[in-house]
């Protein structure tokens, strides 16, 4: 009987009651669209075995569409507009295209993110101040797929082009979708409440609304774009971008962040290869709280959490703290002599080596590139594209 009664208890298949949610700094808990499993189960299984290939999830006919809009950066979509595109797969049924229409260039797999479609304007000038032409071109598309929703990230310039583009358009807009739903998604009412309402046409997507983990794949067909209208925006004078000084740059806004931790000694020469990388300068609580570094510099659940594309660690354990500070980045270097440190299972890529031998040997690196090109070589956008 003893045999028997564990046989039926081991047939009982356990489920993790928080595997579809993740946990906001409000403390609330958020579904997550399209996930199945937990996140972090997710990312450490099976990580050795080769995919199996995923099936394409409509081959229509289709009879209407989602659009998602976003500008791409130095080639790639930011992870808002992944996962917007992946909440458009998801939402669609099999008669709804999937169209993402990209403001500059863009190498991504696009199918592989659920795009049916992909509408990308390769010559999209992004140092070019041109919101009234990017709203026309979406007006353009507008006009011609006639699409059910759009969707957009609400972040920087996906955020704003959303918000223009509903107002001249005087389309139903949604901000800061914290959950979506089949036919219903919440928005913030306060920092304790939501509101519960029907979709809009225009629906702009907080952070991690939706699972990029996708069981399925989209047609990835792509097509020549619609230029952009020749719009000038009325009193403004385009006098160009100019990149800022990385080393005055608040860390929440800041694309490359070199941060060093309590392995890092040689902290001059750590500040010398973070301006020849033309990095803004973190640190862990520990390094702060030593004195080699600002409080304003510490990364981290207790200093600043920053959504940097590239994030190189220096001699950095990994506490959770500091986990939770980098949880946005979109590439995690970690450089480290412990191999099994907590980072690792974060970074994206693990370098085991002493801090001090690989800042060395980077250094003499990024100045050869720079004498190469005659010092006017970034070598962040070129590493973490």
Same mark, same amino acid.
């Given at each position: 009987?003893?045999?028997?009664?564990?046989?039926?208890?081991?047939?009982?298949?356990?489920?993790?009651?928080?595997?579809?949610?993740?946990?906001?700094?409000?403390?609330?808990?958020?579904?997550?669209?399209?996930? %199945?499993?937990g996140e972090r189960?997710?990312?450490?299984?099976?990580?050795?075995?080769?995919?199996?290939?995923?099936? @394409?999830?409509?081959?229509?006919?289709?009879?209407?569409?989602?659009?998602?809009? !976003?500008?791409?950066?130095?080639?790639?979509? !930011? #992870?808002?507009?992944?996962?917007?595109?992946?909440?458009?797969?998801?939402?669609?049924?099999?008669?709804?295209?999937?169209?993402?229409?990209?403001?500059?260039?863009?190498?991504?797999?696009?199918?592989?993110?659920?795009?049916?479609?992909?509408?990308?304007? /390769?010559?999209?000038?992004?140092?070019?101040?041109?919101? +009234?032409?990017?709203?026309?071109?979406?007006?353009? &598309?507008?006009?011609? &797929?006639?699409?059910?929703?759009?969707? &957009?990230?609400?972040?920087?310039?996906?955020?704003? &082009?959303?918000?223009?583009?509903?107002? @001249?358009?005087?389309?139903?807009?949604?901000?800061?979708?914290? =959950? *979506?739903?089949? /036919?219903?998604?919440?928005?913030?009412?306060?920092?304790?409440?939501?509101?519960?309402?029907?979709?809009?046409? @225009?629906?702009?997507?907080?952070?991690?609304?939706?699972s990029t983990r996708?069981?399925?794949?989209?047609?990835?067909?792509?097509?020549?774009?619609?230029?952009?209208?020749? *719009?000038?925006?009325?009193?403004? =004078?385009?006098?160009?971008?100019?990149?800022?000084?990385?080393?005055?740059?608040?860390?929440?806004?800041?694309?490359?962040?070199?941060?060093?931790?309590?392995?890092?000694?040689?902290v001059p020469l750590?500040?010398?290869?973070?301006? =020849?990388?033309?990095?803004?300068?973190?640190?862990?609580?520990?390094?702060?709280?030593?004195?080699?570094?600002?409080?304003?510099?510490?990364?981290?659940? !207790?200093?600043?959490?920053?959504?940097?594309?590239?994030?190189?660690?220096?001699?950095?354990?990994?506490?959770?703290?500091?986990?939770?500070?980098?949880? /946005?980045?979109?590439?995690?270097?970690?450089?480290? !002599? #412990? +191999?099994?440190?907590?980072?690792?299972?974060?970074?994206?890529?693990?370098?085991?080596?002493? %801090?001090?031998?690989?800042?060395?040997?980077?250094?003499?690196?990024?100045?050869?590139?720079?004498?190469? %090109?005659?010092?006017?070589?970034?070598?962040?956008?070129?590493?973490?594209?």
């Open positions: 009987m003893k045999n028997m009664a564990a046989s039926e208890h081991s047939a009982v298949r356990r489920i993790d009651p928080r595997r579809p949610a993740i946990l906001t700094p409000a403390g609330l808990r958020r579904i997550v669209l399209g996930s %199945s499993e189960l997710a990312a450490g299984r099976g990580a050795s075995h080769q995919a199996a290939a995923k099936a @394409v999830r409509s081959a229509g006919p289709f009879q209407t569409c989602i659009v998602v809009a !976003t500008h791409a950066e130095r080639g790639a979509l !930011t #992870d808002g507009a992944r996962q917007a595109l992946a909440a458009a797969a998801i939402l669609a049924s099999p008669h709804t295209e999937v169209v993402v229409a990209v403001l500059g260039p863009c190498q991504d797999d696009l199918a592989a993110l659920g795009a049916d479609r992909a509408l990308v304007l /390769d010559g999209y000038d992004a140092g070019r101040y041109a919101p +009234a032409a990017s709203v026309a071109w979406l007006h353009q &598309l507008h006009a011609a &797929l006639k699409p059910a929703h759009w969707l &957009l990230a609400d972040e920087a310039a996906d955020g704003q &082009l959303g918000r223009r583009f509903a107002i @001249v358009s005087g389309l139903d807009l949604a901000c800061g979708v914290a =959950e *979506l739903g089949a /036919d219903s998604l919440r928005v913030p009412a306060s920092t304790h409440d939501d509101w519960l309402r029907p979709h809009a046409p @225009v629906m702009l997507l907080a952070r991690n609304v939706a996708l069981p399925f794949v989209g047609l990835g067909q792509r097509e020549a774009a619609p230029p952009l209208p020749a *719009l000038q925006e009325p009193g403004v =004078e385009d006098l160009g971008s100019q990149p800022g000084d990385p080393q005055t740059l608040a860390l929440e806004e800041a694309d490359f962040i070199l941060a060093a931790g309590n392995g890092v000694a040689d750590f500040q010398t290869l973070a301006r =020849e990388m033309g990095a803004a300068v973190g640190a862990s609580r520990v390094a702060v709280d030593d004195g080699r570094f600002t409080r304003a510099q510490q990364v981290g659940a !207790t200093g600043k959490t920053v959504t940097a594309s590239g994030y190189m660690a220096l001699g950095i354990s990994g506490a959770v703290q500091h986990l939770q500070g980098i949880k /946005d980045c979109r590439h995690v270097i970690a450089v480290n !002599t #412990d +191999a099994s440190a907590p980072i690792v299972r974060r970074a994206d890529l693990t370098v085991v080596e002493d %801090s001090a031998v690989l800042m060395q040997e980077l250094l003499a690196l990024v100045r050869a590139i720079k004498d190469a %090109s005659g010092g006017d070589a970034q070598p962040s956008a070129k590493v973490f594209p």
